[in-house]
């Protein structure tokens, strides 16, 4: 079990973003430890997104804080299970991460996600991806960025998802897993609201040419 914001290890090379659509899930212990052959053994395959709400679980597909998309991660009917599990995403994430969550966050609101490198993308390391993607990254909130905080939680740090800037520069997030919100509940979804960024660094995320999630 991982209470944490960890990646899916593997070699470093980018995850088509198009490949990643049809990505089997596959428990942890079936790669005998190996996730790396997760990403790459593509088959059709057709997911059906769960709308049933459960504790800790995001409401159904279509929901949004104004015209940003946060609900409908299409792992939340299996949250907090498949976190305990290290049960493995479509993205090469673990489900019910932070990674795995913003990651479709992203997708969800038509933002790319090819620059991703494979088995670099723990939370801390975000912003260094970006840069090597040639991504502007900068300490100024904004909707749709990527918050990083590269301490909390180490060694693994912790991202989320901003929704929003308040007036007084506090900042609303979309999260899993996040170890920040008081009484720590491993692999749950929340929302918060006026999150101070002092700490943070955001990532810019452009939008992508195909907007399909």
Not at 18 to 25: L, R
Not at 53 to 61: E, N, R, S
Not at 129 to 155: E, H, I, Q, Y
Request: aromatic fraction near 10%; glycine fraction near 8%; proline fraction near 9%.
């Amino acid at each position: 079990m991982r209470a944490d914001c960890s990646a899916v290890p593997g070699p470093s090379r980018s995850l088509p973003a198009v490949a990643a659509e049809q990505i089997p899930e596959i428990p942890l212990e079936q790669t005998g430890g190996d996730t790396s052959a997760v990403s790459w053994a593509i088959r059709p395959l057709l997911v059906a997104l769960l709308a049933t709400m459960v504790v800790g679980a995001a409401p159904a597909l279509g929901s949004s804080a104004g015209s940003v998309v946060i609900y409908g991660y299409p792992y939340a009917s299996r949250c907090p299970a498949a976190g305990y599990d290290d049960v493995v995403d479509r993205w090469g994430m673990y489900m019910c991460n932070c990674t795995s969550y913003v990651t479709w966050a992203l997708r969800a609101n038509g933002q790319r996600t090819d620059w991703f490198i494979r088995g670099a993308m723990n939370a801390w390391n975000w912003p260094h991806v970006a840069r090597l993607a040639r991504l502007p990254v900068g300490t100024r909130p904004r909707a749709r960025a990527v918050a990083v905080w590269s301490k909390l939680s180490p060694p693994f740090g912790h991202i989320a998802y901003v929704t929003g800037v308040e007036r007084d520069g506090g900042i609303d997030v979309s999260e899993y897993n996040s170890p920040g919100t008081g009484l720590f509940e491993p692999f749950v979804f929340d929302v918060r609201k006026d999150v101070r960024p002092e700490g943070a660094v955001f990532i810019y995320v452009p939008a992508r040419r195909n907007t399909r999630p």
